[in-house]
């Protein structure tokens, strides 16, 4: 297996709710322990920053 970074711009409907809800509302795939322990580890940023579980989308983010 080898690692993508998956890219996106914040979606109108995403906006000022938590990223992580976001994530388990749109990208099914995984849990939230699988996306709180991504953000742990810096491997889910916004904006090339680290970010804490509780980030919320801003518009224009850039998430990672």
Do not use: M
């Amino acid at each position: 297996p080898y690692k993508y970074t998956f890219t996106t711009f914040a979606k109108k409907r995403w906006l000022n709710r938590s990223l992580v809800e976001v994530l388990l509302e749109e990208f099914k795939k995984y849990n939230r322990e699988h996306y709180l322990r991504a953000i742990d580890e810096g491997s889910l940023t916004i904006n090339g920053n680290k970010i804490d579980k509780n980030a919320i989308v801003q518009e224009h983010d850039v998430i990672r």
